[in-house]
């Protein structure tokens, strides 16, 4: 990995700190992008809750991807990137007035409305502006998604989308305010998504959904399928690219879009998942009972993925050639769940040895916290080094 990348450019930097090969995510982009061009009517989104590093978001938005925003906050930061604001769908289960209204003025292209709740709120928050605003039901399709339990979102109950069986009572809604427009329907049954046979399940659904809503003449401008599809986390360098023509195939062959219907994806996790590495340094190399710890400088704050859904990554170590031995390696906080992984063969480690916690560019540096008053990991592109 990082052949555009040497040991001495990363050794400059205060570690730990995540380091995004730009190359990579252009290529990933590309491959997006020559996919697409062969399906007029798709236009994927980028979901920037993935990752919200303000250099990769510029670089996203100049490959010509639109955005897909959950607060007021993304919206502000895909807006500074260059997204523009009517490329921009807003999705999410709690939105405050203050991220309504932040919506409505800049004319974001659609609502992804969560709640007939909300669709009262957006509705009166759009009247006292004199607006209309543009929404689109998430649909809760309950469809399962072979994924991890925390990260499948659409099963029956959830507290995402709007249930199956409310979905007439919330069309009806719609269709009564006067100052929202319904334009569409939003799915999204999870993430970290291998096998294409859960999307074709998402698929058929929604071929039944459209079927009954055409019956009774609404008509639906565009379908949402949301994000989801998976990268290969275990061989990150055999598969740097995710199946991208698998998933747009899969759509094109078994979504019935009507005429003049336009279908949007939402992929984060695909786009930058591969580009992104965590950096980090070995601090002690430990002896235990019976197994040895690799206590690194990165902890739980700064890569929260394997604490959290026990998430496998695979680690390399940057700086040492010496045959392999098996470790834990472990960050310096004080959890017990603040471990990368367990039992692994790395190259020898030693004090100050650079170690890289692979495909960590989505769900790493953007869910990075504080606690222990530890400071936030700074994020380099190729070209910052
Ligand atoms: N659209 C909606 C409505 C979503 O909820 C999500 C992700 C996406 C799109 C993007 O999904 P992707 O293409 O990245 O799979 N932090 C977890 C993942 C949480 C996903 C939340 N929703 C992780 O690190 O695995």
Redesign the pocket.
């Known amino acids: 990995m990082h052949q555009l990348v040497s040991l001495d450019k990363l050794s400059t930097k205060q570690t730990p700190f995540y380091y995004y090969d730009t190359a990579l995510l252009k290529e990933t982009l590309q491959a997006i992008k020559t996919e697409i061009e062969q399906y007029e009517r798709f236009q994927v989104h980028y979901?920037v809750?993935?990752n919200a590093n303000a250099k990769l978001l510029n670089i996203i938005s100049q490959a010509g991807l639109e955005a897909?925003c959950v607060s007021g906050g993304e919206i502000l930061a895909a807006i500074d990137a260059g997204f523009s604001p009517n490329k921009i769908v807003y999705?999410g289960v709690g939105k405050s007035d203050w991220e309504i209204a932040l919506g409505i003025d800049q004319e974001i292209l659609c609502f992804n409305v969560e709640s007939i709740a909300e669709l009262e709120v957006i509705n009166e928050i759009a009247e006292k502006k004199g607006k209309i605003a543009r929404i689109a039901l998430r649909i809760n399709p309950d469809v399962e998604a072979h994924t991890h339990a925390n990260?499948t979102?659409g099963l029956a109950e959830n507290k995402f989308g709007i249930a199956l069986c409310e979905m007439k009572t919330a069309l009806e809604a719609c269709l009564r305010m006067k100052n929202v427009r319904f334009t569409g329907l939003h799915f999204?049954i999870g993430?970290?998504i291998l096998d294409m046979r859960d999307f074709v399940s998402l698929c058929d659904r929604i071929n039944q959904l459209q079927e009954e809503l055409h019956q009774h003449h609404v008509h639906v401008e565009s379908i949402n399928v949301?994000?989801?599809?998976g990268v290969n986390y275990e061989h990150p360098d055999q598969q740097p690219i995710p199946d991208f023509k698998a998933y747009f195939q899969t759509y094109a062959q078994h979504l019935k879009l009507y005429p003049h219907q336009t279908l949007h994806f939402?992929?984060?996790?695909?786009i930058v998942a591969q580009c992104g590495s965590l950096i980090t340094k070995v601090l002690y190399v430990k002896q235990g009972v019976r197994k040895k710890f690799c206590i690194v400088d990165a902890g739980m704050t700064d890569f929260i993925?394997p604490a959290l859904?026990q998430?496998r990554h695979q680690i390399e170590n940057l700086s040492s050639n010496d045959a392999h031995e098996t470790y834990d390696v472990v960050g310096p906080i004080c959890e017990s769940s603040d471990v990368f992984a367990k039992a692994i063969d790395l190259n020898q480690c030693h004090r100050c040895d650079l170690l890289a916690i692979r495909s960590a560019g989505?769900?790493g540096e953007v869910?990075a916290s504080q606690y222990n008053c530890r400071k936030l990991p700074k994020g380099y592109l190729t070209e910052d080094l």
Not at 226 to 229: C, I, S
């Open positions: 979901a809750k993935a897909d999705a990260i979102t999204h993430s970290q949301g994000g989801g599809l939402e992929l984060g996790r695909s993925r859904y998430s989505a769900y869910m």
